[in-house]
């Protein structure tokens, strides 16, 4: 196994993939290296002298600029590097992508729904208008277990704490992102859960809902009924039966709808498990498929790679809205554009925002960027969409499978348990991890490492995904609680 790798012929640095002690040497670029100091696996090596100011080049862009002389052999890493990014940039649409050549699409066991959607998972679900009734929700969640039949995959609530005293935005957040989960394929049929004195109560759901089928969704308001529990665990039998009806039968794979997100990054995500995911986006959009990324500020520093891929100046006009917008509203609550990488990203050998978004944006492959989507909206176009969210974990996860997504696919360095409410496939940038924590790690990239070719891998994964569709094979995240439903939140709170 090489001891490091140099990822673009433009880069000045190069990922250790093993730790280099300090005295130990490299070969790159036809010389030997010596290491300076420790630089342990998924740091950066310097390969060459590096002056303060001039810029440390990875993936063939810049990630930061030295905040000091960087000699050859040194360890380069937040003590040494600081970030280019700052306030708004203007930008110039200059398109730079090709169309994916169709393929074939393959076929996975699927649920078609009566408005011609397919889902992947066959539940029933319990969605509360305000977390004045989580508890109640989670009650008859637990007294309906005694009506799940073998059609049916499960009887879930998504409990979260708003739906009340909220304004503005806030609140049309919260009734998209509802109406988005009351809307989705994966469930056969929901009951919504209101209390009744609420702002976004149920009447004010229904308008976000738009046109629905009375005997997929019900609704119950627990301050008109005497015994709600009792009372919604009889409307809950009526939602099963009906759910239980459905099937599963062969769908194309071009009905497949996959968010794409990342979260406890490492050095070796970048070159790993966000290529991977990259290339099985290309291939599932070539079967005329739909990936969905998010989490923009992950993208920045890296958003005119994804402007130059939008397939109209529309599109890119949207994409910089986006970007803009975001960084807006950090500048509204004056905080650093580039606050992240989080601990862990750094602890991994993430340096810069910069350096993350440069990995981030390779979950989208190389396909045009086809529509960007506002917090909330469903997906409209196939192929490549931009999604708003922001880099959290559970609220991104959940954003994408308001939107549409059937499933997530998850890539990770570090490692997480945690899921939402559609399976969250978690991939590993690493081969320690996935051996580690065989009950987070779905799917391990960290082959690539040891020489396995990226098409032989993305072939892989591929068929992973569709077992899981198929319902075949589970997400690991699905053996765990994950009711919990987290909702973007900007503004204030009566």
Request: a neutral charge.
């Amino acid at each position: 196994m090489e001891k490091i790798l140099k990822i673009n012929p433009r880069d000045n640095v190069a990922v250790a993939l093993q730790d280099l002690p300090a005295g130990s040497s490299v070969q790159a670029d036809g010389q030997t290296i010596f290491v300076k100091t420790k630089v342990a696996a998924g740091h950066k090596l310097a390969l060459q002298p590096i002056a303060r100011g001039d810029c440390i080049v990875k993936y063939g862009y810049p990630i930061g600029i030295a905040a000091c002389s960087i000699a050859q052999g040194d360890w380069v890493h937040t003590h040494n590097v600081q970030t280019r990014l700052g306030d708004l940039l203007e930008y110039a649409y200059a398109p730079d992508f090709e169309q994916p050549k169709p393929e074939p699409p393959k076929t996975f066991l699927g649920y078609r729904r009566k408005n011609g959607k397919v889902g992947i998972r066959n539940e029933v679900w319990i969605i509360p208008t305000v977390g004045c009734v989580n508890a109640v929700a989670k009650q008859i969640e637990k007294e309906s277990q005694k009506f799940l039949t073998p059609t049916l995959d499960g009887i879930y609530c998504y409990n979260h704490p708003y739906g009340c005293s909220q304004l503005s935005q806030d609140k049309l957040n919260t009734e998209s992102v509802l109406a988005g989960l009351v809307n989705h394929p994966n469930a056969g049929a929901v009951l919504v859960l209101g209390l009744g004195c609420e702002n976004s109560n149920v009447e004010e759901l229904k308008k976000a809902l738009g046109t629905y089928d009375p005997d997929r969704v019900k609704f119950l308001v627990c301050q008109e009924h005497e015994s709600e529990v009792e009372d919604a665990v009889q409307v809950m039998q009526k939602l099963c039966t009906y759910a239980a009806q459905f099937r599963r039968e062969p769908c194309s794979a071009d009905q497949l709808v996959v968010g794409l997100k990342c979260g406890g990054s490492d050095g070796f995500s970048g070159i790993t498990a966000n290529p991977l995911v990259g290339a099985f986006s290309d291939r599932l959009i070539a079967q005329g498929g739909t990936a969905v990324l998010t989490e923009v500020p992950e993208m920045f520093g890296a958003e005119t790679i994804l402007m130059n891929r939008c397939s109209s100046k529309a599109v890119f006009c949207k994409t910089v809205d986006l970007i803009n917008d975001f960084k807006k509203y950090f500048m509204r609550y004056h905080q650093k554009i580039d606050s992240n990488p989080s601990p862990g990203n750094k602890a991994g050998g993430i340096t810069t925002l910069e350096e993350k978004s440069l990995g981030c944006v390779q979950k989208g492959g190389t396909a045009p960027v086809n529509d960007v989507l506002a917090y909330g909206h469903p997906v409209c176009q196939k192929g490549l969409n931009l999604l708003q969210g922001p880099g959290n974990d559970l609220v991104a996860a959940a954003a994408l499978a308001v939107s549409g997504a059937h499933l997530v696919l998850f890539t990770t360095g570090r490692g997480t348990p945690f899921g939402c409410p559609v399976p969250t496939v978690k991939i590993s940038s690493n081969s320690s991890l996935a051996r580690r924590k065989t009950g987070w790690i779905d799917f391990n990239a960290g082959t690539l490492l040891a020489g396995e070719p990226l098409p032989q891998l993305s072939e892989k994964l591929f068929d992973f995904v569709l077992e899981v569709a198929s319902g075949t094979r589970q997400a690991k995240s699905e053996a765990f609680d994950k009711s919990a439903l987290a909702i973007f939140k900007d503004g204030v709170t009566l």
